[in-house]
């Protein structure tokens, strides 16, 4: 069952440009700006950097496991009953649906080749920014992943010492970030279209996927996936924002002048924002 709803997916997908449009024509709704790629970039990536150096490097993080340290009667109660032990195929299943998110912003190839740089580095932006969040509450936030609850949890992940990384589910982040970002882009591209719904549906439908499949395979438990879709849909929804018409606006120093004249009456003096 798993296979087919994967496998329609992935025809949804790739078969989105060839039937979808009916006409070339778009709105250009996203830009690039130097300062505003360069800023956004930059903070994404030192972001992202500085967690992998604190944690790889600098190793802020410690890593010992002691038993009496994780009691299930302390976890929430939403998260005991959705929690599971692990399952490796539900753990493999998660990523390859994460791995499809990932494609969703490929339904963008029916636009032309000059809009494809813009859309590629505002997703690039949104992955790095989101990642930076993750990371940085992965590092500050000490949990140990629902397995450790059971017997039979992995002893690969255990030494590397993934198993108190829980909060947030990174995968679910990446997910929702992918399916905010898609839906975005194409209501904006595309505010008249029919698909709307169905791009929204599918791509958020791969998103929750994603987080289940989390929770299913012992990985993540219930709060660890809801805080990775907050910050993957604000992040997804907020690098986009920022190319828009409307954000550069606010910016814009030719939408604000003064300008004054002098009359028999007196001095006139305006000003329009």
């Known amino acids: 069952m ?5 496998a329609v997916m992935v025809l949804f997908i790739t078969s989105m440009p060839a039937f979808s449009f009916s006409s070339p024509d778009y709105d250009k709704a996203f830009s690039l700006n130097p300062i505003n790629d360069g800023i956004q970039l930059s903070f994404g990536a030192l972001f992202t950097g500085s967690a992998i150096i604190c944690d790889n490097v600098f190793h802020i993080k410690s890593h010992e ?33 994460v791995a499809l998110a990932f494609g969703t912003p490929l339904i963008f190839g029916v636009l032309p080749p000059n809009e494809w740089l813009t859309i590629g580095t505002m997703f690039a932006e949104t992955l790095l920014i989101s990642n930076g969040f993750k990371q940085w509450t992965k590092l500050l936030v000490y949990r140990a992943r629902p397995y450790m609850y059971f017997d039979g949890y992995p ?20 997910a929702f970030a992918s399916a905010s970002f898609t839906t975005m882009l194409f209501c904006n591209y595309f505010p008249d279209s029919n698909w709307k719904y169905t791009v929204a549906g599918v ?39 920022m190319h828009t018409r409307d954000f550069y606006s606010k910016f814009d120093k030719k939408s604000k002048s ?3 004249s002098v009359s028999p009456l007196g001095v006139n003096l305006a000003f329009r924002f």
């Open 258 to 260: 003064t300008s004054a």
């Open 65 to 97: 496991y002691n038993a009496a340290d994780w009691n299930v009667n302390d976890l929430p109660e939403i998260d005991r009953f959705f929690m599971q032990p692990y399952s490796k195929a539900l753990h493999i299943a998660g990523t390859g649906a």
């Open 203 to 241: 791509t958020y439908g791969i998103a929750v996927l994603t987080g289940c499949l989390r929770i299913a395979s012992g990985n993540h438990f219930f709060t660890d996936v809801i805080t990775g879709a907050f910050i993957g849909t604000v992040c997804g929804l907020a690098v986009p924002y």
């Open 2 to 6: 798993r296979n087919k709803i994967i």
């Open 155 to 174: 002893q690969k992940k255990f030494e590397e010492g993934d198993w108190n990384c829980s909060f947030p589910s990174g995968h679910t982040t990446f």
